[in-house]
């Protein structure tokens, strides 16, 4: 389980873009790893939408963005593509990242319990180091509040 103000070990995703995403990777720069539902869902579109909007501020402040799903990565590319997203996503179809960060919650959908990514976002130091975390997000809003917390780093 993570912990604030503790180092977040590293990891590898495969990632769009024919990359793999290493946590290693980003040493020297402010990391924000978002963890959404699903690629073109409503709140998913959105959130991502208000981190491309926002990119060139997160730029600024050293930081690169990131985003998990447990969507494959040719759902990913198609989905990165039509939104338009400068930052890559990551996929995580076996849970590894999602269970270190523990997003993995039970969800109810029209009824029905599933297993699902509880939206999430986590802000890590230039050294690696877990600073904050969002759950249950709300969409709206949210970005700002990401993007006024980098700054405080």
């Known amino acids: 389980m993570l912990a604030l103000n503790h180092p977040v070990a590293d990891f590898s995703l495969p990632s769009t873009g024919n990359h793999v995403f ?14 959404y539902p699903k690629d073109n869902t409503p709140g998913c579109t959105t959130e991502g939408q208000d981190f491309r909007d926002n990119f060139e501020a997160f ?21 990165k593509e ?49 600073r904050k975390e969002w759950r249950k997000v709300k969409v709206s809003g949210h970005v700002q509040e990401v993007l006024d917390f980098v700054k405080t780093l």
């Open 82 to 130: 039509k939104m338009q997203f400068p930052f890559e996503l990551l996929s995580d179809t076996g849970e590894k990242i999602c269970k270190l960060f523990d997003v993995i919650k039970m969800k109810n959908m029209y009824g029905k319990q599933v297993r699902g990514i509880e939206r999430s976002t986590f802000v890590l130091d230039s050294e690696g180091v877990l």
């Open 22 to 35: 290493s946590l290693s990777g980003t040493m020297g720069k402010k990391l924000v790893i978002y963890f």
């Open 59 to 79: 730029s600024e402040q050293n930081c690169i963005i990131v985003g998990v799903s447990r969507d494959s990565i040719k759902s990913h590319e198609n989905f």
